[in-house]
């Protein structure tokens, strides 16, 4: 008989423990441990449908509690049944035992109970991870394994598991050395984030370090702690990195040629952090957009507008692209006014008034006076520039100019200043349309006879 490949072998290894329990669950002793749990399975159902509306109402009672004390009795009454079963099987597997000697008589009731308090315990554990997806993953795949360790079924489903390889020269890659490398991988990679996002308050806090700066660091760490626990993982669990060499080249290359633009903005983004020309703070206007930065990501910048909008700018157009960055070197902005007054108007009245109600309005600069001139005569108004400075653009630019006109025509009402609209002059020349004018107009040009 040809020899067995090894995946045939951990098959029919794995399928010979699966007999065997069948086997050991057809016995007569086994069919009376089966009813009791079916039975307490049933029991426990019933019990909740009683329990759960008035814990329901007693919940709702409890609003005042804190929220520690909400969400844990909110994730006992979710797991209602699962609970009453477990109490009643341990119940009755003592029972049992204090009832008969033999361990058989309480085998498969005691195996049932520890399953379902692992299932239990697992369940309520993965209630910290937050995300939904990855959190029903794990609990699953802790299901499973909890179920495979008290079942004694755990070595033949990982030789079954690790018999599912396909080779590459030297380089084996099993099915089992997949799912330890996720594993591990993924506690390195939670570990990770933990120790970053500790890291990110501790900087976020230090003062005497520049926001770009720290936004720097808290990249640089990030990508060296994921990038440690990516590749540790891969060779705690015996993966010979040195195999994939050839692999990661290629895909290298092919990530070079169709993420350029990725990698153009990742590049810019660490260019942007180091030569500090923008910073979390900031007010820019790139375009028609105008706001001030609240986040440099590692693809794009966050710029949030006045209006609530918030704008994700690709890094390369902040390097590429022309910026106004109004708060690069200081928080000083200067603005300008343009209006006009009559020209029966004293100039120099007008100039004072408009200084003086500059000077009164809110934010305005106190200690860097606002200036007025004249830019102009023009047809119906002398035409003036009214500048002053804020320190504070993030609070906005509309809302001060509109505090400056508003004041201005406080000033100018009780100056008795006028501010005149453009005036026109239409004429009307007996009634005659534009057909009759022109002839009369040729008649006119034409010699009279003499």
């Given amino acids: 008989m040809a020899q067995l490949t090894p995946l045939m072998t951990s098959v029919q290894g794995l399928l010979a423990e699966l007999e065997a329990y069948a086997i050991t669950l057809l016995r007569p002793s086994q069919f009376l441990q089966l009813g009791v749990l079916i039975g307490l399975g049933v029991v426990a159902q019933l019990l909740k449908m009683l329990l759960a509306p008035r814990l329901h109402d007693w919940l709702r009672a409890r609003e005042g509690w804190a929220k520690w004390r909400l969400r844990l009795a909110l994730l006992v009454l979710q797991r209602l049944r699962a609970i009453l079963f477990v109490v ?27 399953i379902a308090t692992a299932i239990l315990v697992v369940g309520v554990a993965t209630r910290v991870i937050r995300n939904p997806a990855l959190r029903r993953l794990v609990t699953w795949g802790a299901w499973i394994y909890v179920t495979l360790h008290f079942l ?26 997949v799912i330890k490398a996720l594993v ?27 926001p770009s700066m720290r936004v720097l660091a808290v990249k640089i760490l990030q990508v060296g702690l994921y990038g440690a626990a990516f590749f540790v993982g891969l060779k705690a669990v015996g993966f010979d990195l040195t195999g994939l060499a050839f692999l990661s080249g290629a895909v290298g290359v092919g990530l070079g040629f169709g993420l350029q633009k990725v990698v153009s903005n990742l590049v810019s983004g660490v260019i942007i952090l180091l030569d500090k020309s923008v910073k979390p703070g900031d007010v820019i206007s790139l ?5 001030w930065i609240h986040a440099l990501g590692a693809r794009y910048v966050s710029v949030v507008t006045r209006d609530g909008k918030e704008y994700l700018i690709p890094n390369e157009d902040l390097i590429t692209g022309q910026v106004v960055n109004w708060s690069h070197s200081n928080e000083f902005v200067r603005l300008d006014i343009h209006f006009g007054a009559s020209y029966h108007d004293d100039p120099h009245k007008v100039r004072a008034l408009a200084i003086e109600a500059c000077q009164g309005a809110p934010r305005v600069l106190k200690t860097r006076p606002p200036v007025c001139h004249i830019v102009g005569f023009g047809d119906s108004s002398v035409d003036y520039i009214l500048r002053f400075w804020i320190s504070d653009p993030t609070a906005g630019l509309t809302n001060v100019r509109g505090a400056v006109f508003l004041a201005l025509w406080d000033a100018f009402k009780a100056g008795g200043i006028s501010i005149p609209f453009p005036q026109r002059e239409v004429r009307l020349l007996d009634g005659r349309g534009p057909a009759t004018m022109g002839a009369d107009a040729a008649a006119e040009k034409e010699p009279k006879p003499e």
């Avoid at 375009?287 to 706001?291: E, P, Q, R, Y």
Wanted: net charge positive; glycine share 12%; no cysteine.
């Fill in 88 to 114: 009643m099987a341990w119940t009755a597997y003592g029972v049992i035992a204090q009832i008969t000697p033999f361990p058989s008589r309480r085998y498969l009731i005691g195996i049932v109970a520890t």
């Fill in 152 to 177: 004694g079924l755990l070595t033949s489903f990982s030789n079954f598991l690790d018999g599912m390889a396909i080779s590459f020269g030297n380089f084996r890659l099993s099915a089992l050395s």
């Fill in 184 to 210: 591990v991988t993924g506690i390195l990679f939670a570990g990770a984030r933990l120790l970053a996002q500790a890291a990110e308050a501790r900087i976020g806090k230090a003062q005497d370090i520049s």
């Fill in 287 to 291: 375009g028609d957009t105008f706001g």
